[in-house]
């Protein structure tokens, strides 16, 4: 039940946030925006690093002065998949005008949408997987360490679901739509996680990859997307406290839930 509940946190903070579209009428101004985008940068690289390389350093440390090999290769195998993902699925970024991946026939809300959810992916992964390591006995995470990572990503999906929805609502479409839209983004995140915790039986052998995994494809997310959008234009320095800020909850979360 614990188990349930934890997979699920992280999609109530996209409902809660897309549900803004009820109460705002306008879109969040661009200063917010940056403030949320840094913010949420810093809740995933405080996450990458306390709640997934830390444990999977601590479960390697039997390989000697070889513990940092699953870290570093789970993190570039995490790149290279949502490498492969942003140029194999067709995905437009909320503010540009030009699509990535494949030419496609898609309408521009599918493909916004589209780029929201390629991008929870690895957040779910990394529920999931830090979930399938409390409940092997193997390992150092507890209930409260898993429970920590749910919460902080539930924080920053929060913002994230409130970023699509209202541009959304702003272009015309009904506030129902809207925050359709933004819960279905969402979704995918549940479903990445329980898809890993039912293959916790298999996969207890290459677990420290798997959060090292998790981690480099968060890290690829905010490197790639949410920092440079964060600090684009005037005002940059509002994404940079916002990361600050996201980044001090997150690792107290951790360090005091963990």
């Given at each position: 039940m614990n188990t349930l509940i934890g997979v699920m946190i992280p999609l109530l903070g996209t409902t809660?946030?897309?549900?803004c579209v009820f109460f705002l009428r306008k879109e969040l101004s661009s200063?917010?925006?940056?403030?949320?985008?840094?913010?949420a940068s810093g809740v995933m690289v405080a996450a990458s690093v306390w709640s997934l390389l830390i444990p999977c350093m601590d479960m390697s440390e039997h390989m000697g002065k070889f513990a940092f090999v699953p870290a570093a290769v789970g993190l570039l195998l995490g790149i290279a998949f949502l490498l492969a993902m942003d140029r194999a699925v067709p995905h437009l970024?909320?503010?540009?005008?030009?699509?990535?991946?494949?030419?496609?026939?898609?309408?521009?809300?599918?493909?916004l949408?589209?780029?929201v959810?390629?991008?929870n992916i690895p957040e779910g992964m990394a529920v999931g997987v830090v979930f399938a390591g409390m409940l092997a006995s193997s390992t150092q995470i507890?209930?409260?360490?898993?429970?920590?990572?749910?919460?902080g990503i539930a924080i920053q999906n929060f913002p994230e679901g409130a970023i699509i929805s209202l541009p959304l609502r702003n272009e015309g479409m009904s506030r129902r739509r809207a925050f359709s839209n933004g819960f279905v983004s969402g979704v995918v995140e549940p479903v990445a996680a329980v898809i890993t915790i039912a293959l916790a039986g298999w996969i207890e052998p290459v677990l420290p990859y798997l959060l090292s995994f998790a981690?480099?494809?968060?890290?690829?997310?905010?490197?790639?997307?949410?920092?440079?959008?964060?600090?684009e234009g005037e005002h940059s320095n509002i994404g940079t406290i916002g990361f600050a800020v996201g980044f001090v909850i997150m690792m107290a979360l951790d360090v005091a839930l963990g």
């Open positions: 809660l946030g897309a549900a200063l917010v925006q940056k403030a949320l985008l840094g913010f970024h909320m503010g540009a005008d030009k699509s990535e991946g494949p030419k496609t026939s898609l309408k521009k809300t599918t493909m949408v589209l780029a959810t390629l991008h507890t209930l409260m360490g898993a429970m920590a990572l749910s919460i981690a480099g494809a968060m890290l690829y997310v905010v490197v790639e997307e949410l920092i440079p959008e964060a600090s």
